[in-house]
């Protein structure tokens, strides 16, 4: 069974203080790079006051996967890594992490940064709600009506859905599958109908 990912469910927001330094970290579900730069330019236009807005993303998950950062404008390295490699560690996919710096006058130099960006990424993401992704897979399964209720159960069996149903002459299915339960439904289809009905991944 495929396990999927973690995506958020939700525009998701905290804030931390660290030495009058206000950090506010907003996260967000982006599934596209073009997303992940729309949902930065929104949290820079509300708050245009802010020293820094140091961002990171996912786009996708595990070997497809697209990231990005910024340090915008704190010292090299000091806070968008630390963003990312929190992220990294997350399990989350399809996200984008947002850290806006109100500065307190405390300088609170590299290590601070780092932790300071760091803490603030943990921080958001602990309480970032969160449901799993699946990929799926749609089907066309076309049937004689005889098979219909044998074939819906078949579908409920290998963790499908029921998407549309047709009935003409004969009956039309579009049915979606978690995509590591297509073989299985797809053998199970096959010794029901003897092999008279076949399923077509759309």
């Known amino acids: ?10 525009t998701h927001r905290v804030t931390t203080a660290v030495s009058n330094s206000r950090f506010i970290t907003t996260i967000g579900h982006v599934s596209t790079v ?28 595990g070997n497809s996967v697209i990231e990005g950062m910024s340090d915008d404008g704190e010292p090299s390295g000091t806070s968008g890594p630390p963003v990312l490699a929190v992220l ?29 960006y760091g803490d603030g990424a943990r921080e958001g993401l602990a309480s970032l709600p ?37 009935f003409a002459g004969d009956v039309t299915i579009l049915a979606s599958f978690p995509v590591d339960c297509v073989a299985g439904f797809s053998a199970d289809l096959t010794e029901l109908t003897a092999g008279s009905v076949q399923a077509i991944v759309l």
């Open 34 to 61: 073009d997303e992940a730069k729309t949902f930065l330019a929104a949290v820079r236009a509300e708050m245009p006051d802010a020293n820094h807005h140091v961002y990171a993303y996912r786009v996708g998950f």
């Open 88 to 116: 990294r560690g997350s399990g989350i996919g399809d996200v984008i992490v947002v850290v806006t710096r109100y500065f307190g006058g405390t300088l609170l130099g590299t290590g601070g940064l780092v932790r300071a």
């Open 1 to 10: 069974m495929s396990e999927g990912y973690l995506i958020p469910t939700q």
């Open 130 to 166: 969160t449901e799993r992704k699946i990929e799926r897979k749609i089907l066309g399964i076309e049937l004689p009506y005889h098979y219909f209720e044998q074939v819906k159960r078949l579908i409920a069996r290998h963790g499908g859905t029921l998407d549309e149903e047709d």
